[in-house]
């Protein structure tokens, strides 16, 4: 330890002073004085070799030279500088000098420096009121007097001597730069002081207390000390830079009084054990997002990236994750085809999803909604590991796991999306899905931002209704009139209310729908009307106008036996009539059932009652493929399957004999069949492929990823 301080103690700005001032003293002759002045006695001779600077006497009337600089000459007696009453500048250091009390006769004395000598009596001498900088290190001075009539003193250098603690500095009202490095400081105790720059390295302090009242400071210097702890340091709005290296900071949340100072851009924690905690430099990066230098090294801008997507990803980098997560375990398993499986592209399976934030409603409207058009929609069920609350049951409200449990359906691929809300996962299934879509009916399911996130990502078509509360006061005394929500949860819930309206500033069209949740009742019927809308519900009255749609006023159907394919719309208002009025091409493969009212207006010509009733024909019998009603596009899909399996089968040991060949050639000792994917076994007959098993769910370890895993469909 000592030796390390040696090493950087060795080469010190004073040290490159030294140099400087010696290559000056042997310039004016001084190397000749310094080997002739055993006694350490300062001579007019030496003096005068030293004089540098000419200015004007006390009187202003003559020319005198203000400066005098005797470095490193042994100096102990300087008592014939008694004389030199106009100096400005004295520099002596690398003296033996024990008794500066000669310079209390020189009043306008602006710089001293002294370090490097003997002195263990601070500023004894008369107070020198035009003193700015005063540099007294490396001597062995114990205390500090009074500086009450050093008006002027702005700088002041007391690094290696032998304090042990701050005093005499109160009425330093210019004071801004302090050094008391290398002593033997084990308290702070400093008043508010106009200090900018506070250097304590390498004393014995334990924490920063007792720095709170600089409110100026800017630089501040701890390192080498025992700091634990950075209290104190809360308030310093205009630090900019901490040095706290070597020190024994352990965790990060112990940075928490520094992290988010606003100007604070420069820290170094170098060599504090902090530094070992797993991903250390990316979470105090992240916690402070202004740094642009940690561990005296630059904060890069892909670090600062980096460090947002690890610790506050946005929700699209967690969707995609949270996407990608479940696809690589689904692919990991037997392959199924679904009720809910677009037999194409153009026919993603329709779900409905309310969204909003926790405690609007959207739950029990989900219910209600399922129950008053049940033969369009049904609940779909998601999985949850927090424990189900007075009155609701498990299977209608949620599957209530346990958190091992949902893991393994996680590893099963069981899941389209999951999500961590609060202490609890949530999760929709694909089997609770196919739940609903295996009765021919359109899931419709409740969840938060970041499920909607997840499950924009999936093939399916989704529609989004938000339900935001409009009055916050009144989403409070619901949220806690509901006696279900601890305060934290209702601060949490209400926050989020942000989340989903800059959600829906930020991104135009991300929901399909926004109702406002303030009273339940009223959000039911609006929800029923967009339902209604979305359905194309033609009422009665509108039914009987238009008499030649009555066919279809019931509603124009979604995903049931009876109301082939559904269209869902993009727009509120498109009824059956408006409908009518689109452009539609049903000779077109990629035909969606879902005309906006912009193509609408694009293609003013009109749809004939008999093209929108082959149009839905051709619905019906996609639809009715998908169920499996006639021989159509999957059994087609299954005979080309196994057809391409024959041919993958034959091209397989064709590959086979050739890979032999090549390892032969080549002496490897090893089987072709190891390097070739294994040919994929199925079902003979082509039939579409679902286990019984498949729509239920039945927590088990997970199946090992690939063995004997089909590839079907
Ligand atoms: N699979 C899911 N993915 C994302 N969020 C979900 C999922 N399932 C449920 N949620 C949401 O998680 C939040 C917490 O669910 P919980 O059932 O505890 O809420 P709640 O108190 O009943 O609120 P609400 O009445 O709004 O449903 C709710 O906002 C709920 O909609």
């Given at each position: 330890m000592e030796d390390k301080l040696h090493e950087q103690l060795s080469v010190t700005p004073s040290e490159i002073c030294l140099t400087e001032s010696l290559n000056a003293a042997e310039r004016l002759g001084c190397g000749e004085l310094q080997e002739n002045n055993e006694d350490g006695v300062l001579t007019e001779e030496m003096v005068s070799g030293g004089l540098s600077h000419l200015g004007c006497d006390l009187t202003g009337q003559q020319h005198v030279l203000c400066d005098v600089s005797l470095p490193g000459?042994?100096?102990?007696?300087?008592?014939?500088?008694?004389?030199?009453?106009?100096?400005h500048k004295l520099e002596l250091h690398h003296n033996n000098i024990?008794?500066?009390?000669?310079?209390?006769?020189?009043?306008?004395?602006i710089i001293l420096d002294v370090s490097?000598?003997?002195?263990?009596?601070?500023?004894?001498?008369?107070?020198?009121?035009?003193?700015?900088v005063a540099n007294f290190s490396?001597?062995?001075?114990p205390d500090i007097k009074?500086?009450?009539?050093?008006?002027?003193?702005r700088k002041l250098d007391l690094d290696c001597?032998?304090?042990?603690e701050i005093s005499?500095?109160?009425?330093?009202?210019?004071?801004t730069h302090l050094s008391l490095a290398?002593?033997?400081?084990?308290k702070i105790t400093l008043s508010s002081?106009?200090?900018?720059h506070l250097c304590l390295r390498?004393?014995?302090?334990?924490?920063?207390?007792?720095?709170?009242?600089?409110?100026?400071?800017?630089v501040l210097d701890l390192s080498m000390?025992?700091?634990t702890c950075l209290s104190?340091?809360?308030?310093?709005?205009?630090?900019?830079s901490i040095n706290l290296e070597?020190?024994?900071?352990?965790?990060?949340?112990?940075l928490k009084q520094v992290i988010?100072?606003?100007?604070?851009?420069n820290i170094n924690l170098l060599e504090?054990?902090?530094?070992?905690?797993?991903?250390y430099r990316l979470e105090v990066i992240f916690l402070h997002q202004?740094?642009?230098?940690?561990d005296q090294e630059t904060v890069s801008v892909k670090e600062k990236v980096s460090s947002r997507n690890m610790f506050d990803p946005p929700m699209e980098v967690l969707a995609a994750i949270d996407h990608i997560t479940h696809l690589v375990y689904q692919m990991g398993q037997p392959q199924i085809l679904y009720?809910?499986?677009?037999?194409?592209?153009?026919y993603p399976y329709q779900m409905l999803v309310l969204t909003g934030p926790?405690?609007?409603g959207k739950e029990e409207l989900v219910h209600r909604l399922c129950q008053e058009f049940g033969e369009y929609f049904g609940v779909g069920i998601c999985h949850t590991t927090r424990k189900p609350y007075i009155g609701e049951e498990n299977g209608i409200d949620y599957h209530f796991v346990s958190e091992a449990d949902f893991q393994n359906l996680v590893h099963m691929g069981k899941f389209i999306q999951t999500m961590q809300y609060g202490a609890h996962l949530f999760g929709l299934t694909r089997d609770a899905i196919e739940d609903i879509a295996e009765e021919g009916l359109v899931c419709c399911v409740h969840m938060e931002l970041e499920g909607v996130f997840s499950l924009k990502k999936s093939y399916f078509k989704l529609r989004y209704i938000l339900l935001v509360p409009t009055q916050v006061d009144k989403f409070i005394s619901h949220l806690k009139s509901?006696?279900?929500?601890t305060p934290p949860q209702i601060d949490h819930a209400v926050q989020r209310v942000a989340l989903y309206l800059h959600t829906n500033e930020q991104r135009p069209?991300?929901?399909?729908n926004i109702i406002p949740c303030d009273d339940c009742g009223e959000a039911y019927q609006t929800l029923q009307q967009v339902v209604k809308d979305y359905l194309l519900v033609v009422e009665e009255e509108e039914g009987k106008s238009n008499s030649g749609l009555s066919s279809y006023s019931s509603v124009s159907?979604?995903?049931?036996a009876e109301n082939?394919?559904?269209?869902?719309?993009?727009?509120?208002?498109?009824t059956l009539a408006s409908l009518s009025g689109s452009a539609l091409?049903?000779?077109?493969?990629?035909?969606?059932?879902?005309?906006t009212n912009i193509q609408a207006k694009l293609n003013p010509s009109k749809i004939s009652i008999q093209e929108l009733a082959s149009m839905r024909r051709r619905e019906q019998l996609a639809r009715e493929a998908v169920v499996g009603k006639r021989p159509g596009l999957f059994s087609q899909l299954f005979k080309r399957y196994n057809s391409a399996r024959g041919t993958f089968k034959s091209l397989h040991s064709s590959m086979l004999e050739q890979t032999s060949g090549l390892l032969k050639d080549r002496n490897?000792?090893?089987?072709a069949k190891s390097i070739l994917p294994p040919i994929p076994t199925g079902n003979k007959t082509g039939e579409v492929l679902k286990s019984p098993?498949?729509?239920?769910i039945d927590p088990k370890?997970?199946?090992?990823?690939?063995?004997?895993a089909n590839v079907e469909g």
């Open positions: 000459l042994n100096l102990r007696d300087i008592s014939v500088l008694y004389n030199y009453v106009h100096l024990k008794d500066l009390s000669c310079l209390s006769h020189m009043p306008h004395l490097h000598n003997e002195i263990s009596n601070f500023f004894e001498f008369q107070p020198l009121q035009y003193l700015q490396y001597n062995h001075i009074d500086l009450a009539g050093f008006f002027c003193l001597n032998c304090l042990s005499g500095l109160e009425q330093c009202s210019m004071l290398y002593n033997k400081i084990t002081l106009p200090l900018t390498g004393n014995q302090l334990k924490d920063a207390e007792g720095l709170e009242n600089l409110q100026s400071l800017q000390n025992r700091i104190g340091l809360q308030n310093l709005r205009f630090l900019c070597k020190n024994q900071i352990l965790k990060i949340p112990d988010g100072l606003p100007l604070l851009t504090n054990p902090v530094q070992e905690q797993p991903n202004h740094l642009t230098m940690l009720h809910s499986t677009p037999p194409t592209a153009g926790e405690g609007c509901l006696n279900m929500y069209g991300f929901f399909d159907g979604l995903y049931s082939p394919h559904p269209p869902l719309s993009g727009s509120r208002s498109e091409d049903p000779s077109d493969s990629s035909f969606m059932p879902c005309f490897l000792e090893f089987e098993q498949s729509s239920r370890p997970p199946v090992e990823k690939n063995k004997g």
